[in-house]
Structure formats: C-alpha cells, structure tokens
C-alpha cells in the first residue's frame, strides 16, 4: 500500500481543543516538496483553518535528517525535457511548470496570511522551497542540527518561494550574498536573520508535542501567545548556542557586496583572498564553499538573482510572488534551468554546460526579456 506524501493526524488537549500535525513524508528524498504533497497541504491547512477547534497546526518532516530540502525540481525537469527549447509563452503557460509553481507560492502564501498558530519545526535540512514552506509560519523553531540554503545558483534558477521578500529584509546584502552563493547557514543564523523565531533543542519535540496537548487554549489571539511563552521556556541559552556562521562574516560579506553593479559584486567574490593578507578570512572554509558554489553555478543565474532583487525591493509580499512566478516561468522557457537540475540532480555529473563562462558576457538585453510579463489568465 502506497503511503501518503503527507501524513496528518489531530491531538485532542485537556480541555477538548485539537493539535492538528502536518508531517512531510517522504525521507528518502529528504521531505523534497512535490505537487501532491502541496496540494495535500493546502486543502488540509483551508480545512483547518475553518475548524474553531483547531488551536495549533504543527509541520514538520518525517525522520531525522530533513524538515524539506527543497522543491522536487527532478520532477518538472522530466516534463520540461520533453519540449524544444526556447518554450514558447503558450506551451510554458499549460504546462506542468504554471501547476507546480503556481500552487507552491499559493501554499506559501496561505501559510504566511494563516489567523491560526503554524509552528514549524526546522530541524535538519531546510532548502529552497522547505524554506519557503516555514518562512511564513507564525512561530519558526530552528535547532542545533538546522542547516538552511537558497541554493538555487546550482542549478540554473533563483531564489523564490518569497526569497524576494526575506532576503531583501535582511541587513548588510546578506540575502544577497546567500542567494548569488547557495552558502549554508545554521539554527542560530536563520533565527538573527529573521527566518525563525526560536532556537531549540532537537530532541526537544515530544516535549513540545506533549506540553501542546496540556494548555488550555482559547481564543486565535491567546493561542499565539500560549504557544510563545511554551517555546520560550524551552529556548537554548545563549552561551549553549553554536557558533553563528554569519555573524563573523558580516563585514566581509557587505564589504564584497557593497557595489550596485552584478559584475563587480561577481568579481569582488570570485577573486576574494582565502589566503592573503585579510586575518578575517584566511583559510576560511565557509566563504571558500561559498565562493567555490558561485563559480561552479551559473552566470546567468546570478544576474538574475541581483536583478530581482533588487525589482523587488519596495515590493510587498504579494508582489514579490506575483514577479517570481513570472521569472520561474521564464527560467522554464530557457535551457539553463534544467541543464543545471540534469547535471546536478539527475545524471549527477556535476558538469553543467551553462550558457556564458564569464557574467561579463551577458548581454543586458537578454536579462531585460526574464522580466518580461507573461499573459497568464488565472
């Protein structure tokens, strides 16, 4: 018997109120978010939403290694390489492409304007579309094992899933940074970045669950704040936490990003000194990963990501949807998307054939058309 891509399940409390429990399920590919598992999310969370006996929803991931490592690219990579490239604007708009990222960022979106209490337990791998997932939720815990990533560079494409909007929020172009280099960051910086809320032991969820189903609830406003004071107890102490990976590299990172052309900042990157005369990044192998992913991504990606988000910088959170969906789009109509998803997910060669060498060669005009609208009739 076939399992479910979702597992959901409902606690009754002390005094009759439900914890609803939205479990990924699928730890083979580390929780990866498919379109049947966003369409089981999003029909499950608009029903609990209506039910007043709903006091928490609680997502997380089944297993131990991953909350969501990201979007099931593989999946529309199969549906994509059957066309001709370019796609046309007619073909992209009936395609698998309009269904999957249409519904994702509805599922986002849903999650982000949700009345009741979402707590989203990020433990493990959190990537791409898992970030998008959790980002919106109303109480985020990250833990000691979080490990979080925008690492779309890799494979031809850019962050979205709302990217536009939480990276832009962060200060000194970090979310810059993290966009154009996929660099990984930990529990504690997603928690002084903005992205979580509470930083919290990973063997600390039973405990959570159980203290869950012991609260009086009440009414939508008394339960978010029941659920903070709940988390708060059970946050780590500061001098227990790891070590941030972002906080030592601020300056450096602003200092590299501090142009407002893509091509200084590319360069400024690439050419940082691991091994010079600069004490703060000598042999540091966290920018050296990070630069090491940009070089290896693509060009074209890059521009990109610094086109956009820069677009979207006074933008709200739903127009920061509204215009990835558009660049998504686009990004499927190119080759570059899905050479980057073959040769890093699928025949795993790790040898992508990227349409320019050097972002110097770009032509302006060419990233001009990845913003140009497509009719799309909702």
């Known amino acids: 018997m076939q399992q479910s891509p979702v597992n959901f399940s409902e606690k009754i409390t002390a005094n009759g109120k439900i914890i609803a429990i939205a479990e990924l399920n699928a730890p083979k590919s580390l929780n990866a978010l498919s379109l049947p598992m966003i369409l089981l999310l999003t029909e499950q969370l608009i ?7 709903i006091a928490v929803v609680l997502l997380k991931g089944a297993g131990d290694k991953a909350f969501c490592a990201g979007g099931d690219v593989v999946s529309l990579y199969h549906h994509l390489k059957s066309e001709s490239f370019p796609i046309s604007d007619e073909t992209i708009v009936a395609s698998k492409a309009l269904e999957f990222f249409q519904h994702e960022y ?31 939720a109303s109480h985020r815990v990250s833990t000691e094992k979080t490990l979080m990533a925008m690492p779309e560079v890799t494979i031809g494409l850019y962050p979205d899933v709302g990217a536009s909007w939480f990276l832009n929020k962060m200060p000194d172009n970090i979310g810059l940074f993290l966009g154009l280099t996929g660099a990984m960051f930990n529990g504690v910086d997603a928690k002084l970045l903005g992205l979580t809320d509470y930083l919290i032991a990973s063997d600390k969820l039973d405990e959570i669950a159980n203290k869950l189903l012991h609260i009086c609830w009440g009414s939508e406003g008394e339960n978010h704040q ?3 004071e709940t988390l708060a107890a059970l946050k780590i102490k500061e001098a227990e936490q790891p070590e941030s990976l972002i906080v030592r590299h601020q300056a450096v990172i602003a200092e590299l990003t501090k142009s407002d052309n893509i091509t200084e900042i590319h360069q400024a990157i ?13 042999d540091d192998k966290w920018l050296q990963k990070a630069q090491q992913k940009m070089q290896n991504g693509s060009a074209l990606s890059c521009a990109l990501i610094f086109e956009q988000l820069k677009r979207c910088e006074n933008y709200t959170l739903a127009q920061c949807f509204e215009s990835e969906l558009n660049l998504s789009l686009r990004c499927c109509q190119q080759n570059e998307f899905s050479e980057g998803v073959r040769a890093l997910l699928v025949d795993k060669d790790k040898n992508p054939q990227w349409r320019y060498d050097n972002i110097n060669d770009i032509d302006h005009n060419e990233v001009e058309w990845f913003f140009k609208p497509i009719p799309i009739s909702m």
């Open 47 to 53: 029903h609990w939403q209506s039910n007043d006996d």
């Open 106 to 136: 509805q599922l986002d979106q849903l999650i982000h304007a949700y009345k009741k209490p979402i707590l989203a337990w990020t433990n493990g791998y959190v990537m791409g579309g898992g970030i998008g997932l959790m980002a919106g």
């Open 226 to 228: 029941l659920l903070n």
């Open 270 to 282: 690439l050419d940082c000194d691991l091994n010079g005369s600069n004490k703060q990044i000598i």
